[in-house]
């Protein structure tokens, strides 16, 4: 990483690089596209890499470096960025229409802190989901500690998106042992606002560790949830139940529940998780943003189901933290953090990168492609 560093200063270029793939099995008389040797390597992005720099005000994140990213048009025909730590940093891509780059960092969505900060005891929002809703940008981010199940989902609001422009409000909702069912027995991290096209009920779907992924109707102000909506939508019964990042998009008539499953983070390459257990892309669908919610077997996601859609290949580990984006020049796009290992050997999670890859549905079933 180094040499690429020295020859691009501040810039990274990243992309598809030789694969070293098995040739994929026989799907008939074509490649299965559902394989994992079917699975693509991410597409080519370019960006700012602040990880050297000391007078880095978003602690090195934004730019290329990105872990649970979310994307999105701002209003002025830009693409922006929002991830993990750095007070929610954001990035926007100087090229106008485009999510390839070159990625430069702003600065932060909670520059002036938070009061979800504060109740939580954490200062390292997680995992923020913007959506633009009228003609208002909805950010819902997770404060919490690892490992704790006290954890709230905030809400802030902008009509720019720009630093300095967000207003915070607070706990949308929050979990603890002592609180009302389902916040008793899950974990407030990972929101995903889902406004359901044809109902136009919005939904806001959380969940990790501690019971996994559930679902709330919103309030119409889109600030607080319908307690007796509570639904589960997924369960993972093979302990630690590692399902997180759920996010509900809609195409074709299905709507489709992506989510992250397995170990996210800490990796070290002296000691990483046992083979199958990091973080891998998974997916079910149903006719109902309500669910039930199956695999291409049949089985429900409550009962452990769901297919495995991009995972560890060739230089890529860990995949996980997506999003989809729909209609990006025509067709949909999976976006997620990764660990490359040519050029982060070590598995550090603040080298985790920003990558994408487009959406084909086949027989309804999406599978992601380099083109």
């Not at 830009?78 to 070159?102: E, M, P, Q, W």
């Not at 923020?128 to 704790?148: I, L, R």
């Not at 009302?180 to 899950?186: A, S, V």
């Amino acid at each position: 990483m180094a040499s690429i560093k020295s020859a691009m200063k501040n810039t990274v270029l990243l992309g598809l690089l030789a694969s070293t793939a098995a040739a994929a099995p026989s799907y008939g008389h074509k490649p299965d596209p559902f394989s994992n040797a079917s699975w693509p390597l991410p597409r080519e992005i370019s960006g700012q890499d602040d990880t050297a720099n000391p007078n880095s005000t978003t602690q090195g994140w934004g730019g290329v470096h990105l872990h649970d990213p979310c994307l999105v048009l701002g209003p002025d025909g830009h693409y922006y960025s929002f991830s993990t730590h750095g007070l929610t940093v954001i990035s926007r891509a100087s090229n106008k229409g485009s999510i390839d780059g070159y990625w430069q960092i702003l600065g932060s969505v909670l520059e002036a802190g938070s009061s979800v900060i504060n109740n939580t005891g954490s200062t390292d929002p997680w995992a923020p989901d913007v959506h633009k809703v009228g003609d208002t940008y909805f950010d819902y981010y997770a404060v919490s500690q690892f490992g704790s199940q006290i954890s709230s989902i905030g809400l802030a609001t902008s009509k720019t998106l720009l630093p300095g422009s967000w207003t915070d409000h607070g706990a949308v909702l929050s979990s603890s042992p002592d609180a009302d069912y389902p916040l008793n027995i899950t974990n407030a991290i990972d929101a995903n606002l889902f406004v359901d096209p044809k109902t136009h009920v919005p939904y806001l779907i959380y969940g990790s560790f501690w019971a996994d992924l559930y679902e709330f109707q919103l309030n119409s102000d889109l600030k607080s949830v319908k307690q007796e909506t509570a639904l589960q939508l997924s369960f993972d019964p093979v302990l630690p139940q590692a399902e997180e990042g759920a996010y509900l998009s809609y195409a074709g008539g299905w709507y489709y529940l992506w989510y992250s499953h397995g170990i996210c983070c800490g990796y070290n390459v002296s000691a990483l998780p046992t083979p199958g257990t990091e973080y891998s892309i998974r997916v079910g669908r149903s006719k109902a943003a309500t669910g039930p919610f199956v695999d291409r077997a049949g089985v429900d996601l409550k009962a452990g189901g769901g297919n495995i859609v991009f995972g560890s290949h060739d230089y890529v580990y860990g995949p996980g933290g997506q999003g989809v984006l729909s209609n990006y020049r025509g067709r949909d796009v999976l976006y997620y953090h990764y660990v490359n290992t040519n050029l982060n050997p070590t598995y550090k999670d603040e080298l985790k990168l920003l990558g994408w890859n487009y959406i084909n549905y086949i027989d309804g079933w999406p599978v992601l492609s380099s083109r």
